[in-house]
């Protein structure tokens, strides 16, 4: 038989013998490894949950260590024993030689495949059978907190990237004109709107459920969230790692479902006299807070002109 065939023949055979978790093979009894594997108690009874194809592998791994390390002594005793027998035989000196080292180089490859796979990734020598069930995501839920389709109310346009810089505020709207704040005279843009934070109302509400009643308000630019029991009145308070703001007496909050569309002011061509120019076509939008408009637009462009159309609820 060709050499070529022997080893996916093997592997045929070897998984034959079992199925699943099922190994046939083990209805006889086999010694335990010489690394103390236990084929027979770990798959007694057969479908028990520690039978498994790995601690199958490992037997064998076992196995495969223990004989190979006795092929490379062997060969090394049998090399040790042509070269003293040699008698200044050149031929066979030189056989003894390639044989022992030969066997060297087998004793260091058998065991470095185990220290460089250790070495790597310790779980790569443990043999745990893969697991296809997803992790368990644990479900943190605040009191009283309930999602919202809420519209933002408002914008905060920055003059820097990064929320940084000055700052103008345009109001959001059903069907809203264009805002050309950062290009009027004077404007502290001089290369347009940078970035953008969008702000909605905080929201205060019952929690029928839990029987609590849910307050959202700001504390140091942050969001506190005060929830208090009204069965005994017991009062708790959460900051979450929102940016909050008051305007106008009335509580903001970062957020809010609202699209800012962006364009370049186009100046008036030389035959429109009687033009003073105007915002050119839409040349990009954001749905969400950026810290960067530019990375929003499909055109390089300053960015003279906005508009902040609400897409929520109000």
């Known amino acids: ?167 103008t505020v345009i109001w959001s709207g059903e069907d809203p004109g264009w805002d050309t704040t950062v290009h009027d005279n004077g404007s502290d843009y001089p290369e347009g709107a940078k970035s953008a934070r969008f702000f909605q109302k905080c929201q205060s509400y019952t929690n029928t459920e839990m029987n609590f009643q849910v307050t959202e308000e700001c504390d140091g630019g942050k969001l506190l969230i005060r929830s208090t029991n009204l069965d005994t009145g017991e009062e708790s308070t959460t900051t979450a790692d929102i940016v909050c703001e008051i305007r106008g007496g009335q509580c903001y909050k970062e957020g809010g479902l609202c699209t800012l569309e962006l364009c370049p002011w186009r100046e008036p061509a030389w035959y429109e006299f009687w033009s003073s120019g105007g915002c050119g076509d839409k040349s990009g939008s954001t749905n969400t807070s950026s810290p960067n408009l530019r990375l929003h637009l499909e055109r390089d462009e300053p960015i003279e002109c906005l508009r902040l159309v609400k897409t929520g609820e109000d």
């Open 1 to 167: 038989m060709n050499k070529e065939y022997l080893i996916p023949l093997l592997v045929i055979l070897t998984l034959s013998f079992f199925t699943e978790k099922e190994i046939l093979a083990l209805e006889t009894t086999w010694p335990v490894s010489p690394f103390g594997t236990d084929l027979n108690a770990a798959c007694t009874p057969i479908n028990s949950d520690t039978c498994t194809l790995a601690i199958m592998v490992k037997y064998f791994y076992d196995w495969g260590i223990f004989l190979g390390g006795l092929a490379v002594l062997i060969s090394l005793i049998f090399g040790g024993f042509l070269y003293l027998t040699s008698a200044g035989d050149p031929a066979r000196m030189r056989e003894a030689k390639d044989r022992i080292f030969s066997a060297l180089i087998g004793l260091v490859l058998l065991f470095s495949i185990y220290i460089i796979l250790n070495t790597i990734n310790p779980e790569l020598t443990t043999l745990i059978p893969p697991t296809f069930e997803p992790p368990v995501i644990p479900n943190v839920t605040i009191v009283g907190w309930e999602e919202s389709q809420q519209s933002c109310s408002y914008a905060l346009i920055y003059s820097k990237t990064g929320w940084k810089g000055t700052s």
